[in-house]
């Protein structure tokens, strides 16, 4: 469990939304699960169980809540806070490994055996690893049945499942319903805006969110050809196991709109992923908020920016080699010189989309063709290169399965990558919540604007009452440096 039985009750009690995505509430007398927040009314202490995971629930026999949607809540922080094997495999069967590769895959990829990977999973989340990527399927069967207008035979294997039968069956017992009363349920309830060739969803978060702050940082480093930003949101390009896609985001009430472009459907679960994990909609903001506004110094900054969000990525080799151009240049040094590779070496969109017409170059690509396009120190070009030569070989993997500290360890041993790339790529790529960047100069400067110490001891000494959201305490010292560089231009 990831709370204890009777706390959880007292959210139930209180529909507290907060919990949403936190646990599963499971009513006996009725075979339903819901979310804590389900207006529905309140169950009897005793008719209720609570798991980790939908996918638990489903396992016991449970349908989903036809009211509440458990499913269309932003998930756990856990699977970012937590960095051991049930974690990481979560982030993996999010972004869709079990549907490409089969537990065996995913299974490699952690570097167990299945056996015992079951057995974790089923200890630790209630469900062994194919039911929860039954679950995963059935949510994304949902999304493209209430969003698109695609036969249900393409939704199905979309989806990942290996039959209609299987989509069907599966449907009905997670949702208690058909397929086709999904879609007129949801036409008549939602009415959704439907454009040809796009998939249009709502990507809910937990409130607050400073959505300026992040929309901003995105905004700073985007680099043209994959990136656009707008005065009201941002796009970019995706590469995803089956193909490419563009995704546009903009803010709204509640939720952020997310407008994807999908070469093949097959990769819509992974683009949701990964894109949730780009905007870090599924932080616990209050939790957060709460502990860094406990420090007199922060506490303004906090008050005048709740829910802060720490950016991740849509690609472990992207960030990395993003973050090695960037290493002790300016933001705006650093766009100029990944644009340059991008406009060499990246691979053109066979549709573009306005201004996004490429997709960032692969580890393969760069080491192929980067020695001709990259500028600078020669020992950062021969880094860049050595770096793109591992990935592409597959000696170094940078995704979301790795353990924070073996990835660290496997890129410290680069000859010029340093700490603060791997910290950077572990706070980015893994979503890390307690990476404090303190040896870098930005940050230190906006720890001084604030009258934090500035210098790295005793910046670290200072930090330790921030934990374990230090990555987030980094970002509200990042955008302290940022306005006070704006304040003095």
């Not at 051991?84 to 490409?100: C, H, T, W």
């Not at 999908?262 to 992923?273: M, T, Y």
């Not at 849509?314 to 240049?329: F, S, T, W």
Request: a positive charge; proline letters at 6%; glycine letters at 8%.
């Amino acid at each position: 469990m990831l709370i204890d039985s009777e706390r959880a009750y007292r959210a139930v009690a209180s529909r507290d939304s907060r919990f949403d995505g936190h646990f599963i509430t499971a009513v006996r007398t009725t075979g339903i699960y819901c979310r804590p927040s389900c207006p529905a009314v309140r169950p009897k202490r005793e008719n209720v169980d609570f798991y980790p995971t939908a996918a638990a629930a489903q396992s016991a026999g449970y349908r989903a809540c036809r009211r509440c949607l458990p499913d269309a809540v932003p998930g756990s922080p856990e699977w970012n806070l937590r960095a051991d094997l049930a974690a990481r495999s979560m982030r993996l069967i999010n972004d869709g490994v079990i549907e490409r590769d089969g537990v065996s895959g995913l299974a490699a990829r952690l570097g167990y055996s299945e056996r015992h990977l079951s057995r974790v999973l089923t200890a630790e989340l209630g469900a062994a690893p194919l039911a929860l990527a039954r679950a995963h399927r059935a949510h994304s069967a949902r999304l493209l049945i209430e969003s698109t207008d695609l036969s249900f035979s393409d939704i199905a294997f979309a989806s990942g499942f290996a039959s209609i039968r299987q989509f069907n069956d599966t449907v009905r017992a997670v949702f208690a319903t058909t397929p086709s009363q999904l879609r007129v349920e949801a036409n008549r309830q939602h009415r959704p805006v439907r454009t040809p060739g796009r998939v249009t969803l709502r990507l809910p978060f937990r409130a607050p969110m400073d959505v300026d702050g992040l929309f901003g940082f995105l905004a700073a480093r985007a680099v043209a050809g994959i990136e656009q930003t707008t005065d009201d949101g941002y796009a970019r390009t995706l590469r995803l196991s089956h193909g490419t896609a563009t995704v546009r985001l903009a803010p709204a009430e509640g939720h952020i709109e997310c407008s994807l472009r999908l070469s093949d459907l097959r990769d819509l679960a992974s683009a949701v992923s990964r894109v949730r994990r780009l905007l870090d909609l599924d932080a616990d903001p209050v939790a957060v908020d709460e502990l860094i506004g406990a420090d007199p110094v922060l506490a303004a900054r906090v008050a005048a920016r709740p829910g802060i969000r720490v950016p991740g990525a849509v690609d472990g080799p992207e960030i990395l080699l993003r973050a090695m151009l960037g290493q002790q240049v300016s933001v705006a040094a650093a766009r100029t010189s990944i644009g340059a590779l991008v406009t060499a070496l990246g691979e053109p969109l066979e549709t573009p989309d306005c201004t996004l017409t490429k997709v960032f170059p692969t580890p393969a690509a760069i080491a192929a063709g980067g020695a001709a396009v990259l500028t600078g120190p020669q020992r950062r070009v021969d880094a860049v290169l050595a770096v793109s030569e591992a990935m592409a070989d597959g000696s170094l993997v940078v995704d979301v399965g790795r353990d924070p500290d073996d990835l660290r360890a496997e890129l410290e041993a680069f000859p010029g990558v340093g700490a603060w790339t791997a910290g950077y790529v572990v706070m980015r790529v893994l979503g890390a919540p307690d990476v404090l960047l303190a040896n870098d100069l930005a940050l230190r400067k906006g720890a001084a604007a604030l009258g934090l110490p500035s210098d790295v001891d005793n910046l670290n000494a200072r930090a330790r009452a921030w934990r374990p959201w230090r990555s987030y305490a980094g970002m509200h010292l990042w955008h302290a440096s940022a306005e006070t560089a704006r304040r003095t231009a």
